[in-house]
């Protein structure tokens, strides 16, 4: 099992770098976001300053708005992606231009204040992503 491989490596940062390689595979080869998401939780875990891994968990997200049932799903989501690419940037700022193309296209698809007032939702909850994605919180 190359997750358990990776597990007795004693670098962080080896463990980070083989995490995201693992995610690409389980993304590009195998269509599997799920999969994919754990190994870059795991490789963010390894290296919270990677910024790589955050572009990459936004790039799942925008894969899995496309997986969504209805339009306030897809814009809870790429409101999420949207957060990673800022963390992204944040860490490494020769990625702004780039990732700020993308912020860019999806925020035109993101919850209006209305979207959020007709359901009933206050400033500054949080909110848990919808079954198009797995339970996460941002």
């Given at each position: 099992n190359l997750i358990a491989q990776i597990d007795v490596t004693n670098s962080k940062d080896v463990k980070a770098e083989s995490y995201l390689i693992v995610a690409n595979l389980y993304f590009q080869y195998l269509g599997n976001l799920e999969k994919?998401?754990?190994a870059v939780l795991k490789s963010i875990l390894n290296n919270s300053n990677s910024p790589y891994a955050y572009k990459f968990m936004a790039e799942l997200y925008v894969a899995s708005a496309l997986?969504?049932?209805d339009d306030w799903g897809t814009k809870l989501v790429n409101l999420a992606a949207i957060?990673?690419?800022k963390k992204a940037i944040?860490?490494?700022?020769q990625l702004n231009l780039a990732l700020n193309n993308k912020i860019k296209d999806l925020s035109h698809n993101i919850p209006s204040q209305q979207d959020a007032f007709t359901r009933g939702l206050k400033e500054?909850?949080?909110l848990s992503?919808?079954?198009?994605r797995t339970a996460d919180k941002f």
């Open positions: 994919a998401r754990q997986t969504c049932k957060d990673k690419y944040e860490l490494d700022n500054d909850q949080e992503l919808p079954q198009c």
